[in-house]
C-alpha cells in the first residue's frame, strides 16, 4: 500500500495542469457551469443560469414548494484502487438507496471527493442522477489537476442559482473548494453548499489551516446567504484541526449534533477513516475523524449528524467480472472488497422559516 501511495503522490505531481489550462486565479472566485441532462438530447447540457421556469421538474410526487429539509452527504471514494467503475457504481447505488428513502420534503445534495475523470462518466450515466440531479461537472475542466478532483449532485427541485470554485494558493495537491448557490421557491436569501478536499499530508507551514480560512470567506457572505455549509474530506490529522471551525466562526456539525462539545475520548464514535482502510496504514495512523461539515448562518438549523457507507463493497455475486474485481480488492490485503478506505457523513438541515415563502 506504501507504493501504491507513493505512485499516486508522483502521478498527482506530473498531472498538475500547466497554467494554459488553468485560467482562474488563485482564491478568487471562478464561475463554472453546472449540467442538467436533456433527455430529448440524450446529453448533459451546461448551463450558467437557472432554467426558464420556477423550477426544473419535480420527481416521485415531491414539490418543490414543499422543501423542509436539505441532506448533504459527503464521501471521498478513494482514487488509487483499481476497479473503479465498479466502487464507484457500487457507492453511487448505495446513495441512491439513502437518498431514496428521505421524506418527500428532504431535498439532497451529494459531494463527492477524489473523483477521477473515470468517475464522471460513471455518474453521468446513472438513471438516477439524470433523473434527480445537476451535475457540477462533466469532465476534469476545471480541475486544477487531471488526476482527480470534487464535484457535487444537486437536487433538481433546487433552484441552482450559481456554481463556482476557489482554487487554493496554499496547496500543493491542487486542491479546491467547490460551491453551489440554491434557493427554494419560498428562500429569499440563497444557501450555500460547499465541497473541500483539504490538502492530504503533514506539510510545514500547514496548508489546511489556509485553506479553511479561504473557504470560510465565502461562507460568512451574510448579506446574500441565509445560511452557508462546507463539508468534505478535511484530513483533520493534526492537533490543530480540531479547531479549524471555531477558529474561523463555524460551527462543527458534529460536535454540535454531540451538544456542541469539544474532541475527545477514543474518537471512534466519530472517526470516519480507518475501520476500512487497509490493515497496514490502519495500525500505523489509527481511526481519524477526516471527513468533517462546517456551517454557519441563521437560515438553516441542524437537524442529524450520521455516518454512511459502512461495509459498502464490491459484490462479487453473479458476473465473473464482478468476481474478478472482487479477488483483485482482496489481493491487496483489505478484510473486505470496500469501495472506498473512507465512511462518508450525512448532515441534515432544517429550513428556518425567515429562509421560506
Known amino acids: 500500500m506504501d507504493e501504491l501511495m507513493q505512485k499516486a503522490i508522483r502521478q498527482s505531481v506530473i498531472l498538475k495542469k500547466p497554467p494554459v489550462l488553468t485560467p482562474w486565479k488563485p482564491d478568487e472566485l471562478w464561475p463554472q457551469a453546472w449540467y442538467l441532462w436533456d433527455s430529448d438530447a440524450e446529453i448533459w447540457q451546461p448551463?450558467?443560469?437557472?432554467?426558464?421556469?420556477?423550477?426544473?421538474?419535480?420527481?416521485?410526487?415531491?414539490?418543490?414548494?414543499?422543501?423542509?429539509?436539505?441532506?448533504?452527504y459527503s464521501w471521498n471514494i478513494d482514487f488509487m484502487l483499481p476497479c473503479a467503475e465498479a466502487r464507484m457504481s457500487a457507492a453511487l447505488s448505495h446513495l441512491d438507496r439513502l437518498t431514496g428513502q428521505l421524506p418527500q420534503t428532504t431535498a439532497v445534495i451529494i459531494n463527492l471527493q477524489e473523483v477521477t475523470p473515470s468517475d464522471l462518466i460513471t455518474i453521468s450515466q446513472q438513471t438516477w442522477v439524470r433523473k434527480r440531479f445537476y451535475m457540477a461537472d462533466v469532465d476534469s475542466s476545471t480541475w486544477g489537476s487531471l488526476m482527480y478532483g470534487t464535484t457535487m449532485l444537486v437536487d433538481r427541485r433546487l433552484r441552482l442559482q450559481s456554481c463556482f470554485r476557489v482554487h487554493y494558493s496554499a496547496t500543493q495537491m491542487e486542491r479546491d473548494a467547490l460551491f453551489v448557490d440554491v434557493?427554494?421557491?419560498?428562500?429569499?436569501?440563497?444557501?450555500?453548499?460547499?465541497?473541500?478536499?483539504?490538502?492530504?499530508?503533514?506539510?510545514?507551514?500547514?496548508?489546511?489551516?489556509?485553506?479553511?480560512?479561504?473557504a470560510a470567506k465565502y461562507l460568512h457572505e451574510d448579506w446574500l446567504l441565509a445560511g452557508a455549509v462546507l463539508a468534505g474530506d478535511f484530513n483533520a490529522i493534526q492537533p490543530f484541526d480540531a479547531s479549524l471551525h471555531s477558529d474561523n466562526n463555524l460551527k462543527d456539525a458534529y460536535l454540535e449534533s454531540r451538544g456542541g462539545g469539544r474532541e475527545g475520548g477514543s474518537g471512534e464514535e466519530g472517526a470516519t477513516w480507518g475501520q476500512q482502510a487497509h490493515p497496514v496504514p490502519r495500525e500505523r495512523f489509527g481511526l481519524s475523524r477526516m471527513d468533517k461539515a462546517y456551517y454557519c448562518g441563521g437560515g438553516i438549523k441542524l437537524q442529524g449528524f450520521e455516518k454512511i457507507g459502512a461495509d459498502v463493497v464490491v459484490d462479487g455475486e453473479g458476473k465473473k467480472e464482478q468476481k474478478e474485481q472482487k479477488e483483485r480488492l482482496l489481493a491487496l490485503g483489505f478484510e473486505k472488497a470496500w469501495v472506498t478506505d473512507h465512511l462518508g457523513i450525512k448532515v441534515t438541515f432544517g429550513l428556518v422559516q425567515d429562509a421560506r415563502l
Open 183 to 214: 434557493t427554494t421557491p419560498s428562500s429569499i436569501k440563497a444557501l450555500r453548499f460547499g465541497n473541500s478536499h483539504l490538502e492530504s499530508m503533514v506539510s510545514d507551514p500547514p496548508l489546511r489551516p489556509t485553506q479553511v480560512r479561504t
Open 47 to 72: 448551463t450558467f443560469e437557472p432554467p426558464a421556469s420556477d423550477f426544473a421538474i419535480t420527481y416521485a410526487e415531491g414539490s418543490p414548494s414543499g422543501i423542509a429539509a436539505i441532506s448533504l
